[in-house]
């Protein structure tokens, strides 16, 4: 005889992981209170599925952009260096006083202090053969705001992300992406020095979107994740109109996250079995799946090929795009951009 409220656990588990559940019947274990479905090979896909991996390379990541943001801030030393009367917490915070904030409205360092511990600067990549400082920008913040909405936006994206990918494929994603981020950041910002350190996250970002995408078929609050990712992008792109906030890195992550998410995000499709004794199957993954993993990958080499010849060779973006400029910095009567 059924019981309703046993073969409701399997649905009722899926709204908690977004996933759904396999078909069939549920019944109760041996305690009375867990359910598993009828076919043990459903069940066996569906938990390898939900498996989730330990959590480290997130929580090392905002550290480390922790620990670098006190380190900047150590260096910059606003009281020693500038006038200590404009410093902005001098009183207390002394050498890690903030710059004032007609020259940095997101409490940090100054550009100076940024471009010579790693910053992104055209010319030093350019001319200067410190082509290192594509992937050194990803880890500085502009300031103290900067750290805390990214970090916050880290932690909420990488840990789930990690939790169900592993930390190699989440990793690769977030350098792969900041480096994305940095070679589209040199080809329009020509003066000054930004960071880019929001370039890693958009890359998670674009690539939850992308692993959305092409999974679409096991999940079930598709409208619940986009929400989420609207409102993170949406923070974050605000904050890239202020100084030191380096918008391109942005845009580059994202799209460098988005191919990259199509290829290492990929997850059997919906209802996939593993059969025991080597019976005939349905592929694991779908034909669009392939589809997009091929195409994904090949958009990858190809714009990280064309994009690094360009950087190197000096080409200006903005000989193309004549109001990209603004895309990166808006000036206003309280701060100036450097570009």
């Not at 350190?197 to 690539?207: C, M, Q, T, V």
Request: hydrophobic letters at 45%; one cysteine or more.
């Amino acid at each position: 005889m059924s019981n309703p409220d046993v073969e409701a656990a399997g649905p009722a588990r899926a709204a908690t992981t977004g996933i759904k559940p396999p078909p069939g019947r549920y019944y109760a274990g041996g305690d009375g209170q867990h359910a598993a479905p009828v076919a043990p090979f459903y069940y066996g896909q569906e938990a390898e599925r939900e498996r989730q991996h330990h959590t480290w390379l997130v929580p090392v990541v905002v550290l480390a952009n922790v620990a670098m943001f006190i380190v900047v801030m150590y260096y910059n030393d606003c009281p020693r260096n500038g006038r200590d009367a404009d410093c902005l917490g001098g009183g207390f915070l002394r050498r890690f006083s903030f710059q004032p904030l007609k020259e940095n409205p997101l409490f940090g360092p100054s550009s100076a202090t940024l471009g010579k511990y790693g910053g992104l600067d055209r010319y030093k990549v350019v001319h200067g053969g410190q082509g290192w400082r594509l992937e050194t920008s990803t880890w500085l913040h502009a300031g103290l705001i900067h750290l805390g909405a990214n970090m916050i936006s880290l932690i909420f994206v990488g840990v789930r992300l990690e939790q169900q990918f592993g930390f190699w494929k989440v990793g690769l994603v977030y350098l792969f992406s900041g480096l994305g981020g940095s070679v589209l950041s040199v080809l329009f910002i020509r003066n000054g020095v930004s960071v880019g350190a929001s370039g890693a996250l958009f890359g998670l970002l674009g690539a939850m979107l992308s692993e959305l995408i092409t999974n679409w078929t096991i999940y079930t609050n598709r409208l619940a994740a986009m929400a989420n990712l609207i409102i993170i992008a949406a923070i974050n792109l605000a904050l890239g109109i202020l100084p030191h906030v380096d918008n391109f890195a942005h845009i580059g992550g994202f799209l460098t996250g988005f191919l990259l998410g199509f290829v290492l995000l990929i997850q059997p499709r919906f209802g996939w079995l593993e059969q025991p004794f080597g019976g005939k199957t349905k592929s694991k993954y779908t034909a669009c799946q392939i589809v997009l993993l091929i195409v994904a990958l090949l958009l990858a080499i190809a714009g990280f090929a064309v994009g690094l010849l360009m950087v190197f060779r000096g080409v200006n973006g903005n000989d193309h795009c004549s109001w990209c400029h603004y895309l990166t910095c808006v000036p206003t009567s309280h701060w100036k951009c450097d570009n």
